[in-house]
Protein backbone atom coordinates (compact mmCIF):
# COMPACT_ATOMS: atom_id res chain seq x y z
CA UNK A 1 0.00 0.00 0.00
CA UNK A 2 1.00 3.51 -0.66
CA UNK A 3 1.82 6.27 1.73
CA UNK A 4 3.43 9.02 2.57
CA UNK A 5 4.87 9.93 6.05
CA UNK A 6 6.40 14.12 7.55
CA UNK A 7 8.08 13.08 10.54
CA UNK A 8 7.80 16.36 11.98
CA UNK A 9 5.12 18.16 13.10
CA UNK A 10 7.11 21.49 13.06
CA UNK A 11 10.24 23.03 11.94
CA UNK A 12 11.46 26.21 13.22
CA UNK A 13 14.19 27.69 11.39
CA UNK A 14 15.80 31.48 12.01
CA UNK A 15 15.48 34.01 8.97
CA UNK A 16 18.10 33.90 5.98
CA UNK A 17 19.20 29.97 7.26
CA UNK A 18 18.58 27.24 4.95
CA UNK A 19 15.50 24.65 6.01
CA UNK A 20 14.70 21.35 5.46
CA UNK A 21 11.32 20.01 5.60
CA UNK A 22 11.32 16.38 5.22
CA UNK A 23 9.07 13.81 3.43
CA UNK A 24 9.34 9.71 3.03
CA UNK A 25 7.18 7.63 0.80
CA UNK A 26 6.45 4.09 -0.12
CA UNK A 27 4.83 2.53 -3.10
CA UNK A 28 4.59 -0.29 -5.35
CA UNK A 29 5.62 0.90 -8.51
CA UNK A 30 7.28 4.52 -9.50
CA UNK A 31 6.03 7.84 -7.32
CA UNK A 32 4.74 11.27 -8.50
CA UNK A 33 5.89 13.36 -5.73
CA UNK A 34 4.17 16.24 -4.93
CA UNK A 35 4.62 19.50 -2.57
CA UNK A 36 1.78 22.05 -1.89
CA UNK A 37 1.73 24.97 1.13
CA UNK A 38 -1.08 25.94 2.82
CA UNK A 39 -1.20 29.59 4.39
CA UNK A 40 -3.67 30.68 7.19
CA UNK A 41 -7.48 30.44 6.14
CA UNK A 42 -6.45 29.11 2.04
CA UNK A 43 -6.49 26.37 0.84
CA UNK A 44 -3.49 24.39 -0.62
CA UNK A 45 -0.88 25.87 -3.37
CA UNK A 46 0.66 23.81 -5.78
CA UNK A 47 4.73 24.27 -5.19
CA UNK A 48 6.40 21.62 -7.17
CA UNK A 49 6.51 18.05 -8.26
CA UNK A 50 8.78 15.11 -8.88
CA UNK A 51 7.52 12.56 -12.16
CA UNK A 52 11.11 11.78 -13.26
CA UNK A 53 14.44 12.87 -14.62
CA UNK A 54 16.30 15.03 -12.95
CA UNK A 55 16.96 14.45 -9.15
CA UNK A 56 16.58 18.22 -7.77
CA UNK A 57 13.51 20.03 -8.56
CA UNK A 58 12.87 23.41 -8.27
CA UNK A 59 9.57 25.05 -7.40
CA UNK A 60 7.54 28.09 -6.51
CA UNK A 61 8.83 31.09 -4.40
CA UNK A 62 12.55 29.30 -4.27
CA UNK A 63 12.13 26.20 -2.94
CA UNK A 64 13.09 23.04 -4.40
CA UNK A 65 13.23 19.38 -3.35
CA UNK A 66 15.37 16.17 -3.55
CA UNK A 67 13.93 13.40 -5.02
CA UNK A 68 16.02 10.25 -3.74
CA UNK A 69 15.03 7.01 -4.91
CA UNK A 70 17.30 4.78 -2.30
CA UNK A 71 15.96 6.46 0.90
CA UNK A 72 12.83 6.91 -0.73
CA UNK A 73 12.63 10.54 0.12
CA UNK A 74 11.16 13.88 -1.02
CA UNK A 75 12.87 16.72 1.07
CA UNK A 76 11.63 20.17 0.24
CA UNK A 77 14.80 23.15 0.54
CA UNK A 78 14.97 26.41 0.36
CA UNK A 79 18.82 27.99 0.68
CA UNK A 80 17.37 31.12 2.52
CA UNK A 81 14.08 31.35 4.73
CA UNK A 82 11.96 34.31 4.78
CA UNK A 83 9.68 35.01 7.44
CA UNK A 84 6.78 34.78 4.54
CA UNK A 85 7.29 31.13 3.95
CA UNK A 86 6.09 30.36 7.82
CA UNK A 87 3.12 27.75 6.99
CA UNK A 88 1.98 24.44 6.53
CA UNK A 89 3.33 22.38 3.90
CA UNK A 90 2.58 19.47 2.93
CA UNK A 91 4.27 16.23 0.77
CA UNK A 92 1.71 14.63 -1.64
CA UNK A 93 2.25 10.73 -3.17
CA UNK A 94 0.97 8.84 -6.37
CA UNK A 95 1.46 5.65 -7.62
CA UNK A 96 2.50 5.28 -11.07
CA UNK A 97 1.07 1.36 -10.82
CA UNK A 98 -2.50 2.43 -9.70
CA UNK A 99 -4.29 3.80 -12.48
CA UNK A 100 -6.90 5.31 -10.20
CA UNK A 101 -8.04 8.94 -9.48
CA UNK A 102 -8.21 8.24 -5.44
CA UNK A 103 -4.91 7.16 -5.02
CA UNK A 104 -2.91 10.61 -4.48
CA UNK A 105 -2.10 10.39 -0.50
CA UNK A 106 -1.26 13.48 1.30
CA UNK A 107 1.16 13.94 4.13
CA UNK A 108 -0.41 15.06 7.61
CA UNK A 109 1.47 18.31 6.98
CA UNK A 110 4.81 20.06 8.45
CA UNK A 111 4.15 23.39 9.96
CA UNK A 112 6.95 25.63 9.69
CA UNK A 113 7.96 28.65 11.57
CA UNK A 114 10.57 31.15 10.50
CA UNK A 115 12.04 33.03 13.69
CA UNK A 116 12.90 36.91 12.79
CA UNK B 1 -10.85 32.05 -14.02
CA UNK B 2 -11.62 31.88 -10.35
CA UNK B 3 -10.32 28.30 -10.76
CA UNK B 4 -12.05 26.42 -7.91
CA UNK B 5 -14.56 28.32 -5.89
CA UNK B 6 -16.33 26.96 -2.77
CA UNK B 7 -19.49 28.38 -0.69
CA UNK B 8 -19.91 29.00 2.16
CA UNK B 9 -16.67 29.92 3.74
CA UNK B 10 -18.05 29.45 7.47
CA UNK B 11 -20.88 27.60 8.98
CA UNK B 12 -22.77 26.33 12.25
CA UNK B 13 -24.83 23.82 12.39
CA UNK B 14 -26.48 21.93 14.93
CA UNK B 15 -26.19 18.14 15.26
CA UNK B 16 -29.00 16.54 13.17
CA UNK B 17 -29.20 19.75 10.85
CA UNK B 18 -28.57 19.00 7.09
CA UNK B 19 -26.25 21.26 3.92
CA UNK B 20 -25.01 21.36 1.02
CA UNK B 21 -20.90 22.40 0.52
CA UNK B 22 -21.34 23.62 -3.04
CA UNK B 23 -18.14 23.77 -5.64
CA UNK B 24 -17.20 24.72 -8.74
CA UNK B 25 -14.20 24.90 -11.27
CA UNK B 26 -14.34 26.97 -14.69
CA UNK B 27 -10.94 24.91 -15.78
CA UNK B 28 -12.99 22.37 -17.66
CA UNK B 29 -11.26 19.77 -16.20
CA UNK B 30 -13.03 16.11 -15.65
CA UNK B 31 -11.98 15.02 -12.41
CA UNK B 32 -12.92 16.47 -8.76
CA UNK B 33 -12.68 15.90 -5.17
CA UNK B 34 -13.83 16.69 -1.81
CA UNK B 35 -11.19 16.29 0.90
CA UNK B 36 -11.80 17.62 4.92
CA UNK B 37 -8.87 18.76 6.98
CA UNK B 38 -8.43 17.92 10.37
CA UNK B 39 -5.49 18.48 13.08
CA UNK B 40 -2.25 16.19 12.59
CA UNK B 41 -4.75 14.33 10.14
CA UNK B 42 -3.62 15.86 6.77
CA UNK B 43 -6.38 15.91 4.10
CA UNK B 44 -8.61 12.67 3.90
CA UNK B 45 -10.58 11.92 0.44
CA UNK B 46 -14.49 12.02 1.38
CA UNK B 47 -15.44 11.49 -2.23
CA UNK B 48 -14.48 12.13 -5.91
CA UNK B 49 -15.97 12.40 -9.17
CA UNK B 50 -13.68 11.01 -12.06
CA UNK B 51 -16.13 12.63 -14.97
CA UNK B 52 -19.20 13.84 -15.42
CA UNK B 53 -22.19 11.67 -14.06
CA UNK B 54 -19.87 9.22 -11.93
CA UNK B 55 -18.53 9.56 -7.84
CA UNK B 56 -16.63 7.45 -6.02
CA UNK B 57 -16.02 6.77 -2.33
CA UNK B 58 -12.88 7.59 -0.56
CA UNK B 59 -11.47 7.18 2.65
CA UNK B 60 -13.86 8.61 4.93
CA UNK B 61 -17.05 8.32 2.71
CA UNK B 62 -19.62 7.88 5.92
CA UNK B 63 -21.94 10.26 6.86
CA UNK B 64 -21.86 12.00 3.67
CA UNK B 65 -23.22 12.40 0.10
CA UNK B 66 -21.83 13.87 -3.53
CA UNK B 67 -23.59 14.92 -6.64
CA UNK B 68 -21.63 15.90 -9.63
CA UNK B 69 -24.33 18.26 -11.28
CA UNK B 70 -22.43 18.85 -14.59
CA UNK B 71 -18.79 19.01 -15.46
CA UNK B 72 -18.50 22.28 -13.56
CA UNK B 73 -19.96 21.38 -10.13
CA UNK B 74 -19.82 18.91 -7.26
CA UNK B 75 -21.56 19.25 -4.38
CA UNK B 76 -21.40 17.52 -0.66
CA UNK B 77 -23.94 17.29 1.21
CA UNK B 78 -24.41 16.23 4.89
CA UNK B 79 -27.79 14.69 5.42
CA UNK B 80 -27.22 14.93 9.69
CA UNK B 81 -24.50 16.45 11.06
CA UNK B 82 -22.41 15.51 13.46
CA UNK B 83 -20.10 17.16 15.82
CA UNK B 84 -17.45 14.41 13.95
CA UNK B 85 -17.63 16.12 11.10
CA UNK B 86 -16.65 19.37 12.50
CA UNK B 87 -13.48 20.07 10.22
CA UNK B 88 -12.59 22.58 6.88
CA UNK B 89 -13.65 21.00 4.01
CA UNK B 90 -12.01 21.83 0.67
CA UNK B 91 -12.52 21.39 -3.52
CA UNK B 92 -9.92 20.35 -5.56
CA UNK B 93 -9.22 19.58 -9.04
CA UNK B 94 -6.62 18.06 -10.92
CA UNK B 95 -6.15 18.77 -15.17
CA UNK B 96 -5.92 15.22 -16.66
CA UNK B 97 -3.24 13.28 -16.24
CA UNK B 98 -1.74 11.31 -13.13
CA UNK B 99 1.34 13.66 -12.66
CA UNK B 100 -0.83 16.37 -12.66
CA UNK B 101 -1.05 18.56 -9.45
CA UNK B 102 -4.32 19.82 -7.69
CA UNK B 103 -5.97 22.99 -7.75
CA UNK B 104 -7.65 23.61 -4.46
CA UNK B 105 -10.48 26.10 -3.31
CA UNK B 106 -10.20 28.59 -0.26
CA UNK B 107 -11.99 25.84 1.76
CA UNK B 108 -15.73 25.47 3.73
CA UNK B 109 -14.79 25.64 7.81
CA UNK B 110 -17.67 23.36 9.28
CA UNK B 111 -18.26 23.72 13.05
CA UNK B 112 -21.43 21.26 14.19
CA UNK B 113 -22.55 21.84 17.84
Known amino acids: AQSVAQPEDQVNVAEGNPLTVKCTYSVSGNPYLFWYVQYPNRGLQFLLKYITGDNLVKGSYGFEAEFNKSQTSFHLKKPSALVSDSALYFC??????????????FGKGTRLHILP | NAGVTQTPKFQVLKTGQSMTLQCAQD?????MYWYRQDPGMGLRLIYY???????DKGEVPNGYNVSRLNKREFSLRLESAAPSQTSVYFCASPRAGAYNEQFFGPGTRLTVL
Open chain 2, 27 to 31: MNHNS
Open chain 1, 92 to 105: AVRDSYLNRDDKII
Open chain 2, 49 to 55: SASEGTT
